[in-house]
């Protein structure tokens, strides 16, 4: 091959010299070039006549198998592809009829039972039944599967007994009873309110038993049933196409119990991880929106697209993790006197400038209803006396050096050198910044080798609980080495509470906690940054980014 | 000829065993795992994930069992991307990258070896000066500088070509350039010192004292032993080449090679690793013994030795 190129390259050297000298080699390629690349229309400028969204969705998904799914990028996909019981409403979430026409809650607020409806199908044509989701809430529970979001069925009667292998199936006796085949009904182990809206997590997606079965899929990771070829599925879109790193494509599923109102015809996602290729692509008109946006870029958006660029709330908080198991944050003061010197304000409104707003709770405010009382706090006067009161006793002039570990980024990087500043100004502490590659910084966190370091948390639901939970004494997201037995009370209170006003007071007590022993140093609450086209309709900002598709449609930006 | 076949694929087995046991070995010293995330998993379920994959066996089983499978071809599946075989994300993602590659070395020996040619011919002048100060450009010039820049130009504002993908002939455009123009600024310069040297031969002396004209004597006389050192760099260029670019993909979003080769060791995504740099070897060892042999063709005092 290399011979023939280099035979073809000296060889035309012979008819190529002769042009150059007369130019004319310019005029061809030229030529050639205006010939291959035609100005075409874009995607964007099609889409109107097409129907087509273009979607950027950041990441390529790692299954397309919702019981083994972790991703955002996943729930983009599988939430076109399948329905859940209930579906949601686009602009407050609220659940809404889906699978199920209607249910109906017990007085102890602990049973729900579902009526499906009789016109939903699977789109091979089978109808869906409440067969299908027993089928498929055992199938994530089965532990054999290894499912990383079984978790989420965990609200059901005796679920954790039987995903965690303690019980089987027939002995574990789990909440899911199907009554006939079109009534289902749900047990829970306590009332959760918003066990309804836990129903549009991916997790809770039905799949189809026949095809899983084909694929001995059952409790096996990695088959086959989720290619294109494969996929059944019961939502408002069909898998059409999938080739890996450039494009997921769905089409319309006419079997859709609510097809007419569906008004897209397809939407092409495309797995752009590269910030800045995504904006490019939005730029020249190959995506209608793009998943994020570089804060590096936010000042040039904002001049150039104000109508396209949007700062949406998101449910999710960035903090730092404190090691109580070592000095010198073993010593409450120690960690207060670090919390009271970081001037969140500062940090949002001068280093990040994305729109985020200062972490003065561990969970964001409004989150279900719930607001926390504002507790984290800008103090430099006390932090230093907090930390002269500790060096006093231990003797010390000042605190040895600090390494904040931080996976390798150049977000990250800037709010550790901002804090560094700050603790420097205030405190005197020299900090070490610790960048790490992030497998191997995942794994010195959880091994519980750091001194302080970076984290994020993103809510999988709309309500405290999906914060608070994680401080519980023992839990795997702790990490922080800190146990509170009042902190594990009220929690659970609260997950038991009969009222909104128990659980809110509860809520409360575990933030006031938080807010005095410090295991964690809130920082600030995230904003889903991103650009759309204006001619996207029907896209509403919601608290998880959740964007049901069927209201979606496309329409001229001059039209009201 | 046919000896030197047979030594160098005899040698590859060895080489690419050696391969294989390091790069297995180094990937499971190295810290964190395919199941690690910031969602920490609880215990029970990453052990049974770890079986799934077989990691739950003793290290040495497992590289056993590893070089088992792969003296029957067999890649195992993607530990990040579990619905799909290494062997298929590597027959997916190859074409692309051989395309682009293929696309990029025409370009690369189309602008270049001209490009050094002239340079060489009409030393100390502008057709010299020229080209080798944009070779220099092009050479201190990071494919992620030129190819904004060409997509600016040639789609952002005169909208000829995409901007980014890889769905058809139109596509292929931009991305080749990028990487051709950057590997031709380096071909044209090692044309043009490859070429002086020939140049200065008594052999060209001689034919040019016949009166040969001097397009002649370069072509004819000079080409073959002017271009050594351009084959030298071609046969790791290739390869480096068809395998993809981490940089280009990313720019302008292909599904090419290299982008697995980058990712799959950030996952820790044992197989992929194992499987792309097991693949990239082979290529390197084919491609060495091929230009090895084109060099032999080009120069007869290579063939006897050999």
Not at chain 1, 242 to 270: M, P
Not at chain 1, 318 to 341: E, G, H, S, T
Not at chain 1, 505 to 529: D, G, R, S, W
Not at chain 2, 87 to 112: C, D, K, N, R, Y
Request: proline residues 6%.
């Amino acid at each position: 091959m290399l011979a023939s190129f280099l035979f073809c390259a000296s060889q035309s050297m012979q008819i190529f010299y002769p042009l150059i000298q007369h130019f004319r080699f310019l005029a061809i390629g030229a030529f050639l070039l205006v010939a291959l690349g035609c100005s075409q229309p874009s995607n964007v400028e099609k889409a109107l006549e097409e129907k087509i969204l273009h979607f950027g969705l950041g990441a390529e998904p790692q299954h397309l198998d919702p019981h083994l799914s972790t991703s955002v990028a996943a729930h983009n996909i599988l939430s076109a592809l399948l329905e859940g019981l209930v579906s949601e409403d686009p602009k407050s979430l609220k659940p809404l009829p889906g699978m199920a026409k209607s249910w109906e809650i017990s007085e102890d607020a602990k049973t729900y039972t579902f009526t499906l409806r009789q016109n939903g199908r699977w789109s091979n044509g089978d109808p869906v039944t409440a067969h299908d989701f027993a089928y498929s809430f055992r199938r994530i529970l089965n532990p054999n599967l290894g499912s990383q979001y079984a978790s989420m069925l965990y609200p059901l009667k005796n679920a954790s007994s039987y995903h965690q292998g303690h019980k089987a199936w027939e002995e574990a006796e789990v909440g899911v009873a199907v009554l006939d085949d079109f009534t289902l009904q749900l047990t829970l182990e306590n009332p959760v309110p918003y066990f309804l809206q836990l129903l549009n997590h991916y997790s809770w997606f039905p799949v189809h038993r026949p095809t899983i079965e084909k694929h001995g899929a059952y409790e096996k990771i990695g088959t086959a049933w989720t290619k294109p070829q494969n996929f059944v599925g019961n939502g408002p879109f069909l898998l059409s196409g999938h080739q890996i790193n450039s494009v997921i494509e769905v089409k319309k599923n006419d079997a859709y119990w609510d097809a007419d109102a569906v008004q897209l015809k397809g939407i092409r996602f495309y797995p752009i991880e590269a910030t800045f290729t995504e904006e490019r692509a939005y730029r020249s008109g190959f995506l209608h929106l793009t998943q994020s946006v570089s804060a590096d870029r936010i000042d040039f958006l904002k001049e150039k697209y104000p109508n396209d660029l949007h700062f949406e709330p998101y449910l999710g908080t960035y903090f730092y993790r404190f090691n109580l198991k070592a000095p010198p944050f073993d010593d409450q003061r120690v960690r207060q006197a670090f919390c009271l010197a970081v001037d969140r304000e500062r940090l949002v409104d001068k280093v990040l400038k994305g729109g985020q707003l200062p972490a003065t709770s561990f969970t964001p405010p409004g989150t279900g209803g719930f607001s926390p009382t504002p507790r984290f706090r800008y103090d430099p006067d006390s932090a230093k006396k907090l930390l002269q009161s500790y060096l006093q006793e231990k003797g010390l002039d000042r605190l040895p050096p600090i390494e904040l570990t931080y996976n390798t980024s150049e977000g990250h990087k800037k709010v550790a050198e901002a804090l560094h500043g700050m603790w420097k100004d205030t405190l005197g502490v020299e900090i070490r910044l610790l960048n790490m590659e992030w497998k191997v910084f995942l794994s010195s966190v959880a091994k519980g080798e750091f001194t302080l370091a970076r984290a994020g948390w993103i809510g999988d639901y709309v309500d405290p609980h999906t914060f608070l939970h994680m401080w519980r004494s023992g839990e795997g997201l702790n990490m922080t080495g800190w146990t509170n037995n009042l902190y594990d009370d009220a929690l659970q209170r609260a997950e038991m509470a009969g009222s909104e006003e128990e659980r809110w007071a509860n809520f409360q007590t575990c933030e006031e906690l938080l807010a005095e022993e410090v295991p964690i140093l809130p920082l600030y609450f995230y904003v889903h940054l991103t650009l759309r086209h204006p001619t996207v309709k029907g896209w509403h900002p919601t608290l998880l980014d959740h964007h049901p598709y069927k209201y979606v449609y496309l329409e001229k930006e001059d039209s009201p | 000829m046919r000896k030197l076949i047979i030594s160098r694929v005899l040698q590859a087995v060895p080489t690419l065993w050696v391969i294989a046991t390091l790069t297995f070995f180094m990937t499971r010293y190295a810290p964190g795992g395919p199941f690690d995330s910031e969602r920490a998993i609880p215990e029970e379920i990453k052990i049974k994930l770890q079986s799934h994959f077989g990691l739950d066996r003793p290290l040495f089983d497992q590289y056993l069992l590893y070089l088992k499978n792969l003296l029957q071809g067999d890649l195992g599946p993607s530990f990040k991307y579990p619905e799909w075989e290494v062997s298929e994300l590597i027959a997916t993602a190859f074409p692309v990258s051989l395309t682009l590659g293929l696309l990029s070395l025409l370009i690369a020996l189309m602008v270049g070896i001209p490009a050094g040619m002239i340079a060489a011919l009409r030393k100390n002048s502008w057709v010299d000066y020229l080209p080798m100060s944009l070779s220099m450009a092009g050479i201190c010039l990071p494919t992620f500088v030129l190819g904004p820049l060409l997509i600016y130009a040639l789609s952002t504002q005169l909208g000829m070509f995409p901007p980014l993908g890889w769905y058809g002939p139109a596509d292929w455009v931009l991305p080749s350039l990028t990487l051709g123009l950057f590997y031709a600024a380096y071909i044209a310069r090692l044309t043009r010192a490859g070429m002086l040297e020939t140049l200065q031969q008594d052999y060209v002396r001689t034919a040019r004292a016949k009166g040969a004209k001097s397009w002649r004597i370069l072509t004819k006389h000079a080409a073959r032993g002017g271009l050594l050192p351009v084959v030298t760099f071609l046969g790791p260029a290739f390869a480096g080449l068809i395998t993809g670019s981490f940089v280009i993909e990313s720019i302008f979003f292909i599904p090419g090679l290299g982008k697995f080769f980058v990712t799959a060791a950030f996952n820790r995504d044992y197989t992929m690793v194992l499987g792309t740099v097991l693949f990239y070897a082979s290529l390197i060892i084919l491609l060495n013994l091929l230009v090895d042999l084109l060099q032999a063709w080009l120069d007869p005092k290579a063939r006897q030795e050999k």
